[in-house]
Each structure stands twice: as structure tokens, then as C-alpha cells.
């Protein structure tokens, strides 16, 4: 236990020192997020400084790999990869949006051909390594799936990294919300006698986002963007399949879920009628229409994310 506390503390601080050292270069880059126009409650943001995903990221990166040490098992590298990997698609994204001084990356397409060819990369090496478990929710049960992991896996991506994304809507709400993912999701694992290289991977990244929320809650000094939002959805899908955990990403990232189920609603919705289900999708847009802050949405986020967790854990307590 002592290993991990000092996980999170040595990610929390380090965190804290890249975004210190990266918000100033941020803003003399101009590297501001150029806000939707029809977001209106938004537009005092315009201009704040994006891509905050290079300060804590690496940070959680380094710390997890110094932890886990270069003897951590193969899940633990392949985990950290992909993530990474997808934290270049993110960069990608908000550079080419810079680069516009627009609020256009790369193309949907373009998006979601990266996304599937990193997710299809971790799905073989699943189902090549044996890591085609999958755990029943609330139970100690558990079946292996062998080679439907493929698709599974693909599925399991795309949706907790597009899941992640669509959360990332308001000042501290993807990092608060995250937070409590990973923090559930490593008791998981240690609570289960799964991978410990996983579980401090997930420490550190618990610590890491810690710091950054430091300057990302409202009023935020700094956005993670894309850079950020996309790697955290590769390393959470990551860190559930290694562990046979995918089907409890539905229950500890129940928001990423609600996130994504609001946006696909109100378009199927308003294809067939013509009229909206929701003031504005993402549901975190409808919640704040009504009149609730942006601190309120991220910490109600923050709490049944919380909450969900402490559920999964139940069966091994």
C-alpha cells in the first residue's frame, strides 16, 4: 500500500511542476481552444490555452514506469503504448485545429481510422496473449471469450475513447470524473490479485490528473484537449481488457456512457422529427442550459462515477 500512495504522490507532483512549466509555453505558442459559437455560455473561454494532456500524461507515464520498473509484465508496456498512442491522435487533432485557428482537426474519418487501427493492434495482441477473460460485474465470476475478444476489444476502444472525449465538455469534468474511474478501477484489480503493474499505472494517472485539475477547474487556466481526452479513454480501455474488467466500464465510467447515449439519441432524434430530446448534447450542454454551474455538473460527474465504483467493489470486501 505504502508503494502506492507514493505513486500518486510522486505523479501529483509531477504533474504539477510539467503544467507549471507548460501553460506559460502554451501561451506563447497561442495554442488557445477556439470555442463553438453556438456553445454561448463559452465564449469567455476562447483563447484559454489546449493541449494540457503533455503536461500530465507524461507525467503519470513516467512516475508508473519508474514504479513498476522495465521488469513490469508485457500488459503493463503494451497498456502504456497504447495509450501514448493515442495520445498522439489527440495531438494530432488539437495541433491541426491550431494550425486552422479554427475548431477543426483532423477529419472524422481521419479520427476514427487512427482510433481503430490502435485499437485493433491491442485487440490481436489479446487475444494472441491470452488476456481473453472477461469478469461479470458485482460477482466473482469470470469466462473466457477467446478470439470474440477481437471485436469485443475494438468495441471496448472506440466507445471508452469517444466516451472520454464527449466528456470532456466542461472546466474539470473529464479529470474529475477520470479520476475516479482509475481510482476504482486500481482497487479493482488489487482487490481481484490481477496485474499490480496495471493497478500502478492507474495510481499514477489518479495522481497525475490530480494536479492538472488544479488548473482546469473552473475558471480553467488550462483545457487537456484531445491530446489528453483520447489518451485517457486508450489507457482506461486498456487498463479494463489487460484485466478482464471490460464489462465494468460500463458501471465505473457510467458517465463516459451517458455521455455518448445523450449524443446518439438527440442526433437519431432529431434525423426523425426534427426536434431536439435534449437543450444540447452532450447531456453535461443540458444540465448547464437548465442552470446549473460547471462546478456543480463535475462534481455530481465525479461522485456517481465514485459511488458506481465503490459498487464493483462490494463482492470482494
Not at 507548460?22 to 453556438?38: D, F, H, T, W
Not at 482510433?115 to 491470452?130: D, E, P, R, W
Not at 437543450?279 to 463535475?298: C, D, N, R, T, V
Request: with cysteine.
Amino acid at each position: 500500500m505504502k508503494e502506492y500512495i507514493l505513486c500518486a504522490l510522486a505523479a501529483f507532483l509531477l504533474s504539477f511542476l510539467f503544467c507549471i512549466a507548460l501553460i506559460p509555453l502554451l501561451r506563447r505558442m497561442k495554442a488557445g481552444q477556439n470555442i463553438l459559437s453556438y456553445v454561448k455560455e463559452h465564449a469567455y473561454k476562447s483563447g484559454t490555452p489546449t493541449m494540457g494532456g503533455l503536461a500530465f500524461l507524461p507525467a503519470a507515464a513516467l512516475v508508473s514506469l519508474f514504479f513498476a520498473g522495465f521488469q513490469a509484465d508485457k500488459p503493463y508496456f503494451v497498456a502504456l503504448a497504447v495509450g501514448l498512442g493515442y495520445l498522439v491522435v489527440g495531438f494530432l487533432d488539437d495541433f491541426l485545429k491550431k494550425r486552422h485557428k479554427e475548431n477543426l482537426g483532423l477529419r472524422p474519418y481521419q479520427k476514427i481510422l487512427f482510433q481503430l487501427a490502435v485499437a485493433l493492434i491491442a485487440s490481436v495482441y489479446c487475444c494472441m496473449n491470452g488476456l481473453t477473460i472477461l469478469r461479470i460485474p458485482f460477482t466473482t465470476l469470470a469466462f473466457d471469450v477467446g478470439w470474440w475478444m477481437l471485436p469485443l476489444g475494438v468495441f471496448v476502444y472506440l466507445a471508452t475513447v469517444n466516451g472520454v472525449n464527449l466528456t470532456d465538455g466542461l472546466d474539470g469534468l473529464a479529470g474529475s470524473t477520470c479520476s475516479s474511474f482509475f481510482l476504482a478501477l486500481a482497487l479493482l484489480i488489487l482487490l481481484q490479485g490481477e496485474s499490480g503493474d496495471i493497478a500502478i499505472l492507474c495510481i499514477s494517472l489518479v495522481g497525475a490528473i490530480g494536479a492538472f485539475l488544479l488548473f482546469n477547474v473552473n475558471r480553467a487556466s488550462v483545457f487537456m484537449g484531445d491530446t489528453g481526452s483520447l489518451s485517457l479513454g486508450g489507457f482506461a480501455a486498456s487498463a479494463a481488457l489487460f484485466t478482464g474488467n471490460a464489462l465494468a466500464i460500463p458501471f465505473a465510467g457510467i458517465m463516459f456512457v451517458l455521455s455518448s447515449i445523450s449524443v446518439i439519441m438527440q442526433v437519431i432524434y432529431y434525423k426523425k422529427t426534427g426536434k431536439r430530446i435534449f437543450l444540447m448534447a452532450p447531456i453535461h450542454h443540458h444540465f448547464q442550459h437548465l442552470g446549473y454551474s460547471e462546478g456543480k455538473i463535475s462534481y455530481c460527474y465525479f461522485a456517481v462515477t465514485a459511488m458506481m465504483g465503490l459498487l464493483l467493489l462490494i463482492p470482494f470486501l
